[in-house]
């Protein structure tokens, strides 16, 4: 019963290291998506995919690179991390319908 | 391009009190939809959705209908529970071509229910 799996779900960087999310399901979906979510702002699309091999930018994919090289898994990865990337993340994923399943959440703060 | 707008927040109520939450949007094509409900330290959970014009979304007591003529989509209870206390999302998703089932979100709304 895992669904959508995150991973870490707290950390803390400091200015200029660098780190991955992991983000797993179980639900065989085509679709996946990494979101920020701030405060008075809502969640906001960073990068996305559509596929195994594929990714897309989101709304705010800046300082952002992302990885789809098996269908299961949804990599997100900050290269260089900025105060500015504190946020917590989500991740998605969906069978291309009208139903999005969602994480639990990763905690991020950068000092 | 698209976008939503909810109400402002945070919303406080007592037990067994009526709640509505406005959403409004803006979209070019026919757009979905869709209630998020996040507890404390949680996801995101859908409440409930709506595809098309004047259908109405349902669960567990919230309601919400697809107002084409009003770009709305207001989240409606009759009588709200302390366990209903969260954060509510109202978005939509993009039916076009490209249909990649990106959802679009508003700021989110805080309700605190009060026994």
């Known amino acids: 019963n895992a669904g959508v799996t995150q991973t870490p779900k707290f950390r803390v960087l400091k200015t200029g290291q660098s780190m991955t999310l992991l983000c797993a399901q179980d639900?065989?979906?085509?679709?996946m998506y990494w979101y920020r979510q701030d405060p008075g702002m809502g969640l906001r699309l960073i990068h996305y995919?559509?596929?195994?091999?594929?990714?897309a930018k989101g709304e705010v994919p800046d300082g952002y690179n992302v990885s789809r090289l098996k269908k299961q898994n949804f990599l997100l990865g900050l290269e260089s991390a900025a105060p500015s990337q504190t946020s917590v993340y989500f991740c998605?994923?969906?069978?291309?319908?009208?139903?999005?399943?969602f994480g639990e959440g990763s905690w991020l703060t950068v000092v | 391009g698209d976008s939503v707008t909810q109400m402002e927040g945070p919303v406080t109520l007592s037990e067994e009190a009526f709640l509505t939450i406005n959403c409004t949007y803006t979209?070019?094509?026919?757009?979905?939809l869709f209630w998020y409900v996040q507890y404390p330290g949680e996801g995101l959970q859908l409440l409930l959705k709506a595809t098309k014009a004047d259908d109405k979304g349902s669960n567990k007591g919230f309601e919400a209908t697809y107002r084409k003529e009003t770009t709305s989509f207001h989240l409606e209870k009759g009588s709200v529970q302390v366990s209903d206390s969260a954060v509510y999302f109202c978005?939509?998703?993009?039916?076009?071509?490209?249909?990649?089932?990106?959802?679009?979100f508003g700021q989110g709304t805080t309700l605190q229910v009060k026994p």
């Open positions: 998605a994923s969906s069978p291309g319908t009208y139903t999005i399943y």
């Open positions: 639900m065989n979906h085509e679709y």
């Open positions: 995919s559509v596929g195994e091999g594929t990714t």
């Open positions: 978005a939509l998703s993009d039916n076009g071509s490209s249909n990649t089932g990106k959802l679009i």
């Open positions: 979209a070019t094509g026919y757009p979905s």
